[in-house]
């Protein structure tokens, strides 16, 4: 899974920015929904960017999975991921 063809990310003080230049929309991201689409650039599937978060941040309720997989279910939806 990776970004689609015509997506391009951009990083920004507040997260980030996804821009599909085809239909030209734009989708703002939060820092930690940034990080996701970072790791993801970067090579790395859903249970490695879920493992890497959470190395990183407490997961007690074991959200960090769950909301990687709606983060990257929902980008897919759109036509983000390819």
Same mark, same amino acid.
């Given at each position: 899974?990776?970004?689609?063809?015509?997506?391009?990310?951009?990083?920004?003080?507040?997260?980030?920015?996804?821009?599909?230049?085809? &239909?030209? !929309?734009?989708?703002?991201?939060?820092? #930690?929904a940034a990080s996701i689409v970072r790791a993801l650039r970067d090579g790395r599937d859903a249970a490695g960017i879920a493992? &890497?978060? !959470?190395?990183?941040?407490?997961?007690? #309720?074991?959200?960090?999975?769950?909301?990687?997989?709606?983060?990257?279910?929902?980008?897919?939806?759109?036509?983000?991921?390819?």
């Amino acid at each position: 899974m990776q970004l689609g063809r015509y997506v391009k990310f951009r990083e920004e003080q507040f997260g980030g920015v996804l821009f599909e230049t085809q &239909s030209e !929309k734009v989708y703002t991201l939060n820092e #930690a929904a940034a990080s996701i689409v970072r790791a993801l650039r970067d090579g790395r599937d859903a249970a490695g960017i879920a493992a &890497s978060l !959470k190395a990183r941040f407490a997961d007690p #309720a074991g959200a960090i999975e769950r909301d990687v997989a709606n983060l990257l279910s929902d980008l897919g939806q759109k036509g983000l991921l390819s």
